[in-house]
Each structure stands twice: as C-alpha cells, then as structure tokens.
C-alpha cells in the first residue's frame, strides 16, 4: 500500500519560510515523479513543484525564484523549501507521486499571515 506522509505546514508571517517535507511508502518503481500542490480555498488544485527521480524540475510561474524542491532517492523523500512567503500562498499543500498512478498525500495547512 503506497502511503504519502507529509509534514512541516504551519503558520508563518509574510517574508518568512517553511520546509516541507514528505516521505514516500510502498512504492516498488524506482522511476517516478513526485511533487507538490496546493489548493486555496475556493480555487482549484494547482502545480506548485515537481522533481523527476533523475533530478530534473518543474515549477509553477508564481513561486519561481522563492521556492525550491529536492529529492532524496534514497529515502523516497520529497522536500519543499519555501522562502520570501506571500499571503497568497496561504493553502493546503498535498505531496504527490505519479508512477503511472496518481497518489496523494493528505495534506498540510501553510498559512501566511501577519
């Protein structure tokens, strides 16, 4: 059973930063994306960052420059270092990994607020 565990949202003021971070279970492929997402509330789930298991990495427009994703292949773990934090960020966070199968995460709050 494949299990996405995520941890590190929390409440932080604008300008600031968080890292989140998310271990993967029970996948048997070595060869998959994983990545993040967020969803705001009234609005549709969004591409935040994703990283191919060789490395390679996608990001959204918005958060280019401020955050960054990192993989640790060895520990089928997925990072999210988030920095200069905008209130518009404020949104649930979901990892996710894509093996051909879509899973997710449940999901962590990051709110940005003064």
């Known amino acids: 059973q494949v299990q996405l565990a995520e941890s590190g949202g929390g409440l932080v003021q604008p300008g600031g930063s968080l890292r989140l971070s998310c271990a993967a279970s029970?996948?048997?492929?070595?060869?998959?994306?994983m990545g993040w997402y967020r969803q705001a509330p009234g609005k549709q789930r969004e591409l935040v960052a994703t990283?191919?298991?060789?490395?390679?990495?996608n990001y959204a427009d918005s958060i280019k420059g401020r955050f960054t994703i990192s993989r640790d292949n060895a520990k089928n773990t997925v990072i999210l270092q988030m920095n200069s934090l905008k209130p518009e960020d404020t949104a649930v966070y979901y990892c996710n990994a894509n093996t051909g199968w879509l899973y997710w995460g449940q999901g962590t709050q990051v709110t940005v607020s003064s």
């Open positions: 029970g996948i048997r492929s070595t060869i998959y994306t």
């Open positions: 990283v191919t298991s060789n490395g390679r990495t």
